[in-house]
Nanobody
Framework: QVQLVESGGGLVQPGGSLRLSCAAS????????LGWYRQPPGKQREVVAR???????NYADSVKGRFTISRDNAKNTVYLQMNSLKPEDTAVYYC????????WGQGTQVTVSS
């Protein structure tokens, strides 16, 4: 059974930075697509960024140029570096694993507020 555990969330001021991490158990990490989603309060969940097993990335328009997704297959970990944070980035952030987002983490809260 695959487990994903996010960390790194918290409270940050507008313009600040955070780095989210997601550690995965299991041996299928390196052959799967990984992703980050978020769910703002009162809104639907949305995709933030994805990275393929080959390292190709794509991002939601709202975070392009500010967020960077990366992966370390040796550590079974995916990261989301978030810079120039805005209040509208406030959400619960989830990592996913699998070409069809087969597995999800429990989420980590990110709050951007002064």
């Amino acid at each position: 059974q695959v487990q994903l555990v996010e960390s790194g969330g918290g409270l940050v001021q507008p313009g600040g930075s955070l780095r989210l991490s997601c550690a995965a158990s299991g041996s299928i990490f390196s052959i799967n697509r990984l992703g980050w989603y978020r769910q703002p309060p009162g809104k639907q969940r949305e995709v933030v960024a994805r990275i393929t097993s080959g390292g190709s990335t794509n991002y939601a328009d709202s975070v392009k140029g500010r967020f960077t997704i990366s992966r370390d297959n040796a550590k079974n970990t995916v990261y989301l570096q978030m810079n120039s944070l805005k209040p509208e980035d406030t959400a619960v952030y989830y990592c996913t694993l699998g070409d069809y987002d087969d597995f999800w983490g429990q989420g980590t809260q990110v709050t951007v507020s002064s």
